[in-house]
Protein backbone atom coordinates (compact mmCIF):
# COMPACT_ATOMS: atom_id res chain seq x y z
CA UNK A 1 0.00 0.00 0.00
CA UNK A 2 1.65 3.09 -0.69
CA UNK A 3 1.96 6.14 1.23
CA UNK A 4 -1.05 8.42 -0.91
CA UNK A 5 -3.63 5.49 -1.09
CA UNK A 6 -5.26 6.88 2.48
CA UNK A 7 -5.56 10.15 0.14
CA UNK A 8 -6.67 9.18 -2.94
CA UNK A 9 -9.53 6.53 -0.99
CA UNK A 10 -10.63 10.03 1.09
CA UNK A 11 -10.44 11.93 -2.56
CA UNK A 12 -12.40 8.39 -4.14
CA UNK A 13 -14.99 8.76 -1.39
CA UNK A 14 -15.53 12.30 -1.93
CA UNK A 15 -16.48 12.00 -5.42
CA UNK A 16 -18.78 8.90 -4.79
CA UNK A 17 -20.46 11.19 -2.51
CA UNK A 18 -20.83 13.71 -4.84
CA UNK A 19 -21.51 11.36 -7.85
CA UNK A 20 -24.42 10.14 -5.48
CA UNK A 21 -25.65 13.99 -4.27
CA UNK A 22 -25.55 14.52 -7.85
CA UNK A 23 -27.82 11.45 -9.09
CA UNK A 24 -30.47 12.33 -6.08
CA UNK A 25 -30.75 15.95 -7.19
CA UNK A 26 -31.08 15.17 -10.37
CA UNK A 27 -33.55 12.14 -10.35
CA UNK A 28 -35.48 14.51 -8.06
CA UNK A 29 -35.75 17.08 -10.24
CA UNK A 30 -36.82 15.01 -13.17
CA UNK A 31 -38.89 13.18 -10.98
CA UNK A 32 -40.85 16.62 -9.81
CA UNK A 33 -40.76 18.14 -13.87
CA UNK A 34 -42.52 14.91 -15.04
CA UNK A 35 -44.70 14.34 -12.38
CA UNK A 36 -45.68 18.05 -12.55
CA UNK A 37 -45.55 17.40 -16.81
CA UNK A 38 -48.20 14.09 -16.11
CA UNK A 39 -50.66 15.84 -13.62
CA UNK A 40 -50.80 18.48 -16.53
CA UNK A 41 -51.71 15.95 -19.20
CA UNK A 42 -54.02 14.27 -16.78
CA UNK A 43 -55.55 17.54 -16.24
CA UNK A 44 -56.13 18.26 -19.63
CA UNK A 45 -57.38 14.83 -20.11
CA UNK A 46 -59.95 15.82 -17.51
CA UNK A 47 -60.76 19.00 -18.84
CA UNK A 48 -61.10 16.81 -21.99
CA UNK A 49 -64.19 15.08 -19.98
CA UNK A 50 -65.49 17.38 -18.67
CA UNK A 51 -66.15 19.61 -22.13
CA UNK A 52 -67.49 16.57 -23.62
CA UNK A 53 -69.77 15.73 -20.71
CA UNK A 54 -70.99 19.10 -20.55
CA UNK A 55 -72.07 18.91 -24.33
CA UNK A 56 -73.91 15.85 -23.74
CA UNK A 57 -75.52 17.49 -20.59
CA UNK A 58 -76.44 20.51 -23.29
CA UNK A 59 -77.97 18.40 -25.58
CA UNK A 60 -79.78 16.44 -22.71
CA UNK A 61 -81.67 19.64 -22.24
CA UNK A 62 -82.22 20.79 -25.32
CA UNK A 63 -83.67 17.27 -26.35
CA UNK A 64 -85.67 17.82 -22.66
CA UNK A 65 -87.02 20.83 -23.88
CA UNK A 66 -88.50 19.76 -26.80
CA UNK A 67 -90.06 16.51 -26.04
CA UNK A 68 -91.81 18.44 -22.77
CA UNK A 69 -92.97 21.12 -25.63
CA UNK A 70 -94.19 18.14 -28.21
CA UNK A 71 -95.36 16.49 -25.09
CA UNK A 72 -97.28 19.73 -23.87
CA UNK A 73 -98.93 20.28 -27.48
CA UNK A 74 -99.78 16.78 -27.44
CA UNK A 75 -101.87 16.26 -24.04
CA UNK A 76 -101.33 20.03 -22.56
CA UNK A 77 -100.24 18.29 -19.40
CA UNK A 78 -99.29 20.82 -16.94
CA UNK A 79 -96.33 18.28 -15.86
CA UNK A 80 -94.59 18.80 -20.00
CA UNK A 81 -95.04 22.67 -19.28
CA UNK A 82 -93.06 22.68 -15.81
CA UNK A 83 -90.69 20.29 -17.49
CA UNK A 84 -90.32 22.77 -20.44
CA UNK A 85 -90.07 25.68 -18.15
CA UNK A 86 -86.84 23.66 -16.24
CA UNK A 87 -85.46 22.90 -19.09
CA UNK A 88 -85.57 26.08 -20.37
CA UNK A 89 -83.96 27.69 -17.57
CA UNK A 90 -81.32 25.41 -17.09
CA UNK A 91 -80.30 25.43 -21.12
CA UNK A 92 -78.68 28.85 -20.59
CA UNK A 93 -75.95 28.28 -17.76
CA UNK A 94 -75.49 25.17 -19.15
CA UNK A 95 -74.28 26.64 -22.65
CA UNK A 96 -72.29 29.46 -20.43
CA UNK A 97 -70.57 27.06 -18.25
CA UNK A 98 -69.80 24.98 -21.62
CA UNK A 99 -68.44 27.90 -23.47
CA UNK A 100 -66.09 28.77 -20.12
CA UNK A 101 -65.11 25.47 -20.43
CA UNK A 102 -64.10 25.58 -24.12
CA UNK A 103 -62.36 28.93 -23.78
CA UNK A 104 -59.26 27.66 -24.04
CA UNK A 105 -59.64 26.16 -27.29
CA UNK A 106 -60.51 28.16 -30.25
CA UNK A 107 -61.58 25.79 -32.45
CA UNK A 108 -64.23 24.76 -29.78
CA UNK A 109 -64.85 28.55 -28.76
CA UNK A 110 -65.89 28.69 -32.62
CA UNK A 111 -68.27 25.85 -32.23
CA UNK A 112 -69.82 27.16 -29.07
CA UNK A 113 -70.35 30.66 -30.65
CA UNK A 114 -72.38 29.19 -33.49
CA UNK A 115 -74.15 26.17 -31.02
CA UNK A 116 -75.29 29.29 -29.09
CA UNK A 117 -76.99 31.32 -32.12
CA UNK A 118 -78.72 27.72 -33.01
CA UNK A 119 -79.81 27.40 -29.70
CA UNK A 120 -81.04 30.85 -29.38
CA UNK A 121 -82.99 30.17 -32.58
CA UNK A 122 -84.78 27.20 -31.33
CA UNK A 123 -85.36 28.37 -27.85
CA UNK A 124 -87.56 31.27 -29.75
CA UNK A 125 -89.52 28.10 -32.09
CA UNK A 126 -90.24 26.83 -28.87
CA UNK A 127 -92.10 29.97 -26.92
CA UNK A 128 -93.38 30.60 -29.91
CA UNK A 129 -95.15 27.00 -30.30
CA UNK A 130 -96.02 27.27 -26.82
CA UNK A 131 -97.55 31.16 -26.98
CA UNK A 132 -99.53 29.99 -30.29
CA UNK A 133 -101.06 27.22 -28.15
CA UNK A 134 -101.72 28.80 -24.41
CA UNK A 135 -103.78 31.62 -26.91
CA UNK A 136 -105.73 28.59 -28.88
CA UNK A 137 -104.05 28.96 -32.32
CA UNK A 138 -103.42 25.73 -32.95
CA UNK A 139 -103.03 25.84 -36.72
CA UNK A 140 -100.41 28.46 -36.22
CA UNK A 141 -98.31 26.08 -33.22
CA UNK A 142 -98.63 22.98 -35.61
CA UNK A 143 -97.33 25.50 -38.31
CA UNK A 144 -94.49 26.17 -36.59
CA UNK A 145 -93.84 22.82 -35.61
CA UNK A 146 -93.43 21.70 -38.73
CA UNK A 147 -91.67 24.65 -40.36
CA UNK A 148 -89.47 23.36 -37.33
CA UNK A 149 -89.17 20.34 -38.14
CA UNK A 150 -88.81 21.08 -41.73
CA UNK A 151 -85.80 23.82 -40.69
CA UNK A 152 -82.14 22.95 -40.21
CA UNK A 153 -81.77 24.33 -36.55
CA UNK A 154 -82.28 21.06 -35.34
CA UNK A 155 -79.60 19.45 -37.83
CA UNK A 156 -77.39 22.24 -37.12
CA UNK A 157 -77.32 21.85 -32.91
CA UNK A 158 -76.54 17.93 -33.36
CA UNK A 159 -74.06 18.81 -36.12
CA UNK A 160 -72.20 21.11 -34.10
CA UNK A 161 -72.31 19.01 -31.02
CA UNK A 162 -71.07 16.43 -32.77
CA UNK A 163 -68.03 18.25 -33.76
CA UNK A 164 -67.54 19.36 -30.84
CA UNK A 165 -67.41 15.73 -29.21
CA UNK A 166 -65.22 14.85 -32.14
CA UNK A 167 -63.07 17.64 -31.41
CA UNK A 168 -63.01 16.34 -27.83
CA UNK A 169 -62.54 12.93 -28.59
CA UNK A 170 -59.21 13.73 -30.90
CA UNK A 171 -57.87 15.42 -28.11
CA UNK A 172 -58.37 12.78 -25.72
CA UNK A 173 -56.49 10.50 -27.58
CA UNK A 174 -53.84 12.96 -27.50
CA UNK A 175 -53.69 13.75 -24.10
CA UNK A 176 -54.05 10.75 -23.14
CA UNK A 177 -50.91 9.62 -24.88
CA UNK A 178 -49.32 12.51 -23.59
CA UNK A 179 -50.53 11.12 -19.91
CA UNK A 180 -49.38 7.99 -20.88
CA UNK A 181 -45.95 8.66 -22.22
CA UNK A 182 -45.81 11.17 -18.95
CA UNK A 183 -45.94 8.71 -16.55
CA UNK A 184 -43.57 6.03 -18.26
CA UNK A 185 -40.99 8.61 -18.46
CA UNK A 186 -41.38 9.38 -14.50
CA UNK A 187 -41.29 5.60 -13.98
CA UNK A 188 -38.68 5.27 -15.95
CA UNK A 189 -36.38 8.13 -14.70
CA UNK A 190 -37.31 6.91 -11.34
CA UNK A 191 -36.21 3.29 -12.11
CA UNK A 192 -32.86 4.51 -13.68
CA UNK A 193 -32.30 7.11 -10.47
CA UNK A 194 -33.38 3.96 -8.05
CA UNK A 195 -31.02 1.77 -9.48
CA UNK A 196 -27.79 4.19 -9.81
CA UNK A 197 -28.34 4.96 -5.97
CA UNK A 198 -28.30 1.02 -5.41
CA UNK A 199 -25.01 1.17 -7.00
CA UNK A 200 -23.64 4.00 -5.83
CA UNK A 201 -24.82 2.55 -2.34
CA UNK A 202 -23.15 -0.62 -3.17
CA UNK A 203 -19.77 0.20 -4.72
CA UNK A 204 -20.33 2.86 -1.06
CA UNK A 205 -20.65 -0.40 0.71
CA UNK A 206 -17.70 -1.33 -0.91
CA UNK A 207 -15.40 1.28 -0.17
CA UNK A 208 -16.41 1.76 3.48
CA UNK A 209 -15.64 -1.99 4.07
CA UNK A 210 -12.50 -1.80 2.47
CA UNK A 211 -11.66 1.25 4.62
CA UNK A 212 -12.82 -0.47 7.78
CA UNK A 213 -10.39 -3.59 6.86
CA UNK A 214 -7.41 -1.07 6.17
CA UNK A 215 -8.67 0.75 9.27
CA UNK A 216 -8.70 -2.26 11.23
CA UNK A 217 -5.45 -3.07 9.71
CA UNK A 218 -3.28 -0.10 10.89
CA UNK A 219 -4.78 -0.34 14.38
CA UNK A 220 -3.45 -3.63 15.03
CA UNK A 221 0.10 -2.72 13.31
CA UNK A 222 -0.56 0.50 15.77
CA UNK A 223 -1.03 -1.89 18.60
CA UNK A 224 1.56 -3.44 17.45
CA UNK A 225 3.79 -0.54 17.35
CA UNK A 226 2.54 0.97 20.99
CA UNK A 227 2.85 -2.48 22.76
CA UNK A 228 6.53 -0.61 24.30
CA UNK A 229 5.36 2.75 23.53
CA UNK A 230 4.14 4.04 27.02
CA UNK A 231 7.49 2.18 28.54
CA UNK A 232 9.78 3.83 25.84
CA UNK A 233 8.86 7.06 26.23
CA UNK A 234 8.52 6.88 30.36
CA UNK A 235 11.96 5.91 29.59
CA UNK A 236 12.91 8.06 27.37
CA UNK A 237 11.56 11.26 29.46
CA UNK A 238 13.79 9.83 33.18
CA UNK A 239 16.74 9.82 30.42
CA UNK A 240 16.06 13.48 29.12
CA UNK A 241 15.39 14.64 33.10
CA UNK A 242 18.46 13.31 34.04
CA UNK A 243 20.18 14.46 31.38
CA UNK A 244 18.84 17.86 32.14
CA UNK A 245 19.81 17.16 35.65
CA UNK A 246 22.86 16.24 35.19
CA UNK A 247 23.86 19.70 32.55
CA UNK A 248 22.42 21.56 35.44
CA UNK A 249 24.63 20.27 37.95
CA UNK A 250 27.56 20.12 35.26
CA UNK A 251 26.96 24.06 34.95
CA UNK A 252 26.54 24.13 38.59
CA UNK A 253 29.85 22.56 39.10
CA UNK A 254 31.66 24.43 36.41
CA UNK A 255 30.62 27.57 37.97
CA UNK A 256 31.77 26.91 41.23
CA UNK A 257 35.43 25.51 39.82
CA UNK A 258 35.19 28.71 37.53
CA UNK A 259 34.58 31.03 40.56
CA UNK A 260 38.02 29.76 42.65
CA UNK A 261 40.41 30.81 40.28
CA UNK A 262 38.62 33.86 39.67
CA UNK A 263 38.54 34.63 43.46
CA UNK A 264 42.26 33.58 43.44
CA UNK A 265 43.20 35.86 40.23
CA UNK A 266 40.94 39.12 41.86
CA UNK A 267 43.27 38.42 44.86
CA UNK A 268 46.66 38.40 43.37
CA UNK A 269 45.53 41.26 41.22
CA UNK A 270 44.50 43.51 44.57
CA UNK A 271 48.27 42.35 45.41
CA UNK A 272 50.10 43.18 42.47
CA UNK A 273 47.85 46.72 42.50
CA UNK A 274 49.04 47.16 45.64
CA UNK A 275 52.42 46.16 45.51
CA UNK A 276 52.97 48.69 42.12
CA UNK A 277 54.52 51.51 43.50
CA UNK A 278 57.36 49.62 45.32
CA UNK A 279 58.03 47.50 42.43
CA UNK A 280 58.65 50.38 40.13
CA UNK A 281 60.44 52.50 42.39
CA UNK A 282 62.90 49.87 42.87
CA UNK A 283 63.11 49.14 39.13
CA UNK A 284 64.10 52.69 38.88
CA UNK A 285 66.52 52.81 41.68
CA UNK A 286 68.44 49.61 40.64
CA UNK A 287 68.29 51.09 36.85
CA UNK A 288 69.74 54.12 37.64
CA UNK A 289 72.17 52.50 40.37
CA UNK A 290 73.46 50.49 37.52
CA UNK A 291 73.86 53.53 34.98
CA UNK A 292 76.00 55.53 37.17
CA UNK A 293 76.75 54.57 40.69
CA UNK A 294 77.79 58.49 41.67
CA UNK A 295 74.18 59.96 40.28
CA UNK A 296 71.91 60.32 42.58
CA UNK A 297 68.42 59.57 42.01
CA UNK A 298 65.51 61.65 41.81
CA UNK A 299 63.36 61.82 44.99
CA UNK A 300 60.16 63.72 45.03
CA UNK A 301 58.51 65.86 48.00
CA UNK A 302 57.05 62.57 49.70
CA UNK A 303 60.55 60.98 50.04
CA UNK A 304 60.04 58.72 46.50
CA UNK A 305 62.18 58.26 43.89
CA UNK A 306 60.64 60.06 40.95
CA UNK A 307 60.00 57.82 37.44
CA UNK A 308 61.47 59.05 34.86
CA UNK A 309 59.75 58.83 30.88
CA UNK A 310 60.70 55.50 30.28
CA UNK A 311 60.03 53.69 33.86
CA UNK A 312 56.90 55.90 34.04
CA UNK A 313 55.33 54.84 30.92
CA UNK A 314 56.15 51.40 31.70
CA UNK A 315 54.18 51.86 35.32
CA UNK A 316 51.45 53.56 33.19
CA UNK A 317 51.28 50.25 30.78
CA UNK A 318 51.30 47.99 34.06
CA UNK A 319 48.01 50.01 35.57
CA UNK A 320 46.10 50.03 32.51
CA UNK A 321 46.86 46.27 32.41
CA UNK A 322 45.79 45.46 35.53
CA UNK A 323 42.50 47.78 34.92
CA UNK A 324 41.75 45.38 32.04
CA UNK A 325 42.38 42.27 34.36
CA UNK A 326 40.19 43.63 36.56
CA UNK A 327 37.41 44.67 34.21
CA UNK A 328 37.28 41.05 32.52
CA UNK A 329 37.70 39.18 36.19
CA UNK A 330 34.12 41.16 36.79
CA UNK A 331 32.82 40.69 33.36
CA UNK A 332 33.57 37.08 33.71
CA UNK A 333 32.15 37.04 37.28
CA UNK A 334 29.11 38.12 36.77
CA UNK A 335 28.69 35.75 33.74
CA UNK A 336 29.30 32.83 36.12
CA UNK A 337 26.70 34.57 38.67
CA UNK A 338 23.97 34.34 36.12
CA UNK A 339 25.08 30.69 34.88
CA UNK A 340 24.36 29.46 38.47
CA UNK A 341 21.02 32.14 38.65
CA UNK A 342 20.13 30.22 35.41
CA UNK A 343 20.97 27.01 36.99
CA UNK A 344 18.83 27.73 40.44
CA UNK A 345 15.91 28.64 38.32
CA UNK A 346 15.88 25.47 36.06
CA UNK A 347 15.63 23.44 38.88
CA UNK A 348 13.26 25.43 40.84
CA UNK A 349 9.87 23.59 40.41
CA UNK A 350 6.61 25.58 39.48
CA UNK A 351 3.09 25.61 41.36
CA UNK A 352 0.32 27.21 39.36
CA UNK A 353 -1.68 29.94 41.31
CA UNK A 354 -4.72 32.24 40.45
CA UNK A 355 -2.58 35.41 39.60
CA UNK A 356 -4.03 38.70 38.99
CA UNK A 357 -2.21 40.26 36.13
CA UNK A 358 -3.41 43.90 36.69
CA UNK A 359 -2.37 43.89 40.05
CA UNK A 360 1.08 42.54 39.21
CA UNK A 361 1.68 44.39 36.82
CA UNK A 362 0.81 47.65 38.46
CA UNK A 363 3.38 46.14 40.79
CA UNK A 364 5.89 45.58 38.50
CA UNK A 365 5.41 48.91 37.30
CA UNK A 366 5.58 50.63 40.61
CA UNK A 367 9.14 49.04 41.27
CA UNK A 368 10.51 50.69 37.97
CA UNK A 369 8.38 53.93 38.60
CA UNK A 370 12.17 55.58 39.35
CA UNK A 371 13.55 54.20 36.53
CA UNK A 372 10.74 55.42 33.97
CA UNK A 373 10.57 58.91 35.54
CA UNK A 374 14.74 59.30 34.22
CA UNK A 375 13.74 58.20 30.78
CA UNK A 376 10.89 60.16 30.63
CA UNK A 377 8.72 56.50 29.84
CA UNK A 378 4.92 57.08 30.36
CA UNK A 379 3.63 53.12 30.61
CA UNK A 380 0.35 52.72 30.25
CA UNK A 381 -1.38 49.45 31.37
CA UNK A 382 -4.64 48.13 29.09
CA UNK A 383 -7.20 45.26 30.14
CA UNK A 384 -5.00 42.04 31.08
CA UNK A 385 -6.79 38.72 31.51
CA UNK A 386 -6.48 36.49 34.93
CA UNK A 387 -4.65 33.39 34.67
CA UNK A 388 -3.51 30.39 36.57
CA UNK A 389 0.60 29.89 36.29
CA UNK A 390 3.39 30.66 38.63
CA UNK A 391 3.46 33.83 39.98
CA UNK A 392 7.52 34.00 40.33
CA UNK A 393 7.90 33.32 36.60
CA UNK A 394 5.52 35.80 35.63
CA UNK A 395 7.09 38.24 37.43
CA UNK A 396 10.59 37.46 35.95
CA UNK A 397 9.12 36.96 32.49
CA UNK A 398 7.64 41.02 32.55
CA UNK A 399 9.83 42.77 35.23
CA UNK A 400 12.40 41.94 32.25
CA UNK A 401 10.41 42.75 29.51
CA UNK A 402 9.67 46.24 31.18
CA UNK A 403 12.75 46.99 32.36
CA UNK A 404 13.97 46.36 28.73
CA UNK A 405 11.61 48.73 27.17
CA UNK A 406 12.80 51.19 29.51
CA UNK A 407 16.66 50.78 29.03
CA UNK A 408 16.35 51.03 25.33
CA UNK A 409 14.02 53.91 24.48
CA UNK A 410 15.27 56.41 21.82
CA UNK A 411 17.42 59.01 23.36
CA UNK A 412 15.22 62.35 23.97
CA UNK A 413 12.45 61.17 23.09
CA UNK A 414 9.36 60.67 25.72
CA UNK A 415 8.78 57.22 25.95
CA UNK A 416 5.23 55.30 25.46
CA UNK A 417 4.93 51.77 26.88
CA UNK A 418 1.56 49.85 26.66
CA UNK A 419 1.01 46.53 28.21
CA UNK A 420 -1.77 44.69 27.22
CA UNK A 421 -3.55 41.68 26.81
CA UNK A 422 -6.57 39.58 25.82
CA UNK A 423 -8.02 36.12 25.67
CA UNK A 424 -8.23 33.59 22.41
CA UNK A 425 -8.91 29.76 22.27
CA UNK A 426 -8.13 29.04 26.02
CA UNK A 427 -5.14 31.41 25.61
CA UNK A 428 -3.46 34.68 27.34
CA UNK A 429 -1.89 36.98 24.89
CA UNK A 430 0.09 39.82 26.36
CA UNK A 431 1.64 42.20 24.47
CA UNK A 432 4.25 45.23 25.69
CA UNK A 433 4.88 47.78 23.17
CA UNK A 434 7.27 50.38 23.28
CA UNK A 435 8.37 53.42 21.14
CA UNK A 436 12.15 52.50 21.61
CA UNK A 437 14.99 52.14 19.40
CA UNK A 438 13.42 48.76 17.59
CA UNK A 439 15.64 46.06 16.75
CA UNK A 440 16.93 44.96 13.51
CA UNK A 441 14.76 42.00 11.85
CA UNK A 442 18.36 39.70 11.44
CA UNK A 443 18.56 40.72 14.91
CA UNK A 444 14.83 38.66 15.58
CA UNK A 445 16.07 35.22 16.94
CA UNK A 446 19.65 36.47 17.72
CA UNK A 447 18.16 38.28 20.34
CA UNK A 448 16.89 35.25 22.52
CA UNK A 449 20.14 33.36 22.22
CA UNK A 450 22.45 33.23 25.48
CA UNK A 451 25.03 35.88 25.71
CA UNK A 452 24.26 37.58 22.43
CA UNK A 453 22.72 41.16 22.46
CA UNK A 454 22.11 43.20 19.60
CA UNK A 455 22.47 46.53 18.46
CA UNK A 456 24.74 49.01 19.76
CA UNK A 457 25.94 47.84 23.48
CA UNK A 458 25.77 51.42 25.13
CA UNK A 459 23.63 49.58 28.01
CA UNK A 460 24.55 47.31 30.76
CA UNK A 461 23.66 43.77 30.32
CA UNK A 462 24.89 40.37 30.21
CA UNK A 463 22.54 39.03 27.39
CA UNK A 464 21.06 36.61 29.17
CA UNK A 465 17.87 38.36 30.14
CA UNK A 466 15.49 37.49 26.63
CA UNK A 467 17.16 34.27 26.59
CA UNK A 468 16.17 33.54 30.43
CA UNK A 469 12.44 35.37 29.78
CA UNK A 470 11.58 32.73 26.91
CA UNK A 471 12.66 29.51 28.78
CA UNK A 472 10.49 30.79 31.36
CA UNK A 473 7.87 31.08 28.85
CA UNK A 474 8.30 27.40 27.14
CA UNK A 475 8.08 26.11 30.78
CA UNK A 476 4.68 27.36 31.03
CA UNK A 477 3.51 25.90 27.69
CA UNK A 478 3.82 29.79 26.07
CA UNK A 479 5.27 30.84 23.55
CA UNK A 480 7.17 34.22 22.82
CA UNK A 481 7.70 36.40 19.35
CA UNK A 482 9.30 40.15 18.20
CA UNK A 483 7.99 42.48 16.00
CA UNK A 484 9.93 45.58 15.38
CA UNK A 485 12.23 47.62 12.96
CA UNK A 486 14.87 50.22 13.64
CA UNK A 487 13.65 53.17 15.06
CA UNK A 488 10.22 52.14 14.82
CA UNK A 489 9.91 50.45 18.45
CA UNK A 490 9.10 46.86 19.41
CA UNK A 491 6.21 44.62 20.14
CA UNK A 492 6.91 41.29 22.11
CA UNK A 493 4.11 39.05 22.05
CA UNK A 494 3.82 36.18 25.18
CA UNK A 495 0.94 33.51 24.63
CA UNK A 496 -0.22 31.42 27.60
CA UNK A 497 -2.07 29.11 29.08
CA UNK A 498 -5.19 30.49 30.88
CA UNK A 499 -5.37 27.66 32.61
CA UNK A 500 -1.68 26.02 32.84
CA UNK A 501 -1.05 22.75 34.49
CA UNK A 502 2.15 21.39 35.81
CA UNK A 503 3.48 18.43 33.14
CA UNK A 504 6.16 16.40 33.36
CA UNK A 505 7.56 18.07 30.63
CA UNK A 506 7.42 21.18 32.38
CA UNK A 507 9.02 19.59 35.55
CA UNK A 508 11.29 17.97 33.46
Known amino acids: MTSDTPHERTVGQVLLLTAGFLVLVAVSSASVLLVNKARDDNAAVVHTIEVENQTNTLLLEIRRAESSVRGYLLTMGPDFLNDYEQALAAITPELDKLEHLAADNPIQAENVRQLRTAIATRLDQFEREVGFFKQGDLPSAANLVRDAAAGDTTTTIHDLTDAMRAEEDRL?????????????????????????????AGISMFLIR????????????LRENNLNLEATVDARTADLREANEEIQRFAYIVSHDLRAPLVNIMGFTSELEELHPGIFHRIAALSRAQTSAAAQPMIADGGEIQLERADKQLSDDFVEALSFIKSSIGKMDRLISAILSLTREGRREFSPVAVDMREMIDGIVASHAHQAAQAQAHIQIGALPRIESDRLALEQIFSNLIDNAIKYLKPGVPGEIVVRGRTKLGFAIFEISDNGRGIDPRDHQRIFDLFRRAGVQDRPGQGIGLAHVRTLVRRLGGTMSVASELGSGSTFTITLPIKWTVNRTAAA
Open 210 to 221: RSAHARDRAERQ
Open 172 to 200: FLLRTANADRSQQLASLVTITGSGLVVLL
